[in-house]
């Protein structure tokens, strides 16, 4: 319970308030709890001990957290996949790539692709599209449902 004759108050105006050199008490503070001096003298400790000390807290809406991360493959890439799976396919067959099993959506048209390829995926572009098709390939569009559309 607090009281008037409480150490404190007796040695108010003192130099050292009982605690002998003048250092001794220095950047300990008055409570173990509290952190002060995380933006001064006890920065370089922030730095070591607790990086994320001071991290970003904001506000995410609901639409953000809502939206789905579409993961999206491009031709190159493509290509190299069919090359990888060319040495299990028998010869005049064609390469078969399910890319919806692998975990892709879409289907991009970035870069070229010379091997003839059979892809099933749910989403592809025009581009992409155009691009297999010129080099005898097929595509078949699955829609998000999973009902597929016309090849």
């Not at 370089?44 to 807290?57: A, M």
């Not at 155009?130 to 595509?139: A, S, Y």
Request: net charge positive.
């Amino acid at each position: 319970m607090p009281h008037s004759l409480r150490k404190i108050r007796k040695k108010r105006g003192s130099r050292t308030c009982g605690y002998g050199r003048v250092g001794q008490h220095r950047k300990s503070g008055s409570k173990g709890e509290r952190r002060a001096g995380r933006h001064k003298h006890l920065w370089s400790w922030v730095l070591r001990y607790e990086p994320d000390y001071f991290g970003y807290k904001g506000f995410t809406s609901p639409k953000q957290k809502k939206a789905e991360r579409v993961r999206c493959i491009n031709l190159k890439d493509l290509e190299e996949l069919a090359v990888k799976m060319a040495s299990k396919v028998k010869k005049g067959e064609k390469i078969f790539i399910d890319l919806g099993e692998m975990g892709y959506f879409k289907l991009l048209g970035e870069g070229k692709i010379t091997v003839p390829v059979s892809v099933k995926v749910p989403s592809c572009t025009e581009n992409a599209l155009r691009k297999i098709r010129d080099v005898g390939g097929e595509v078949l569009v699955t829609g998000k449902a999973g009902e597929a559309e016309a090849d």
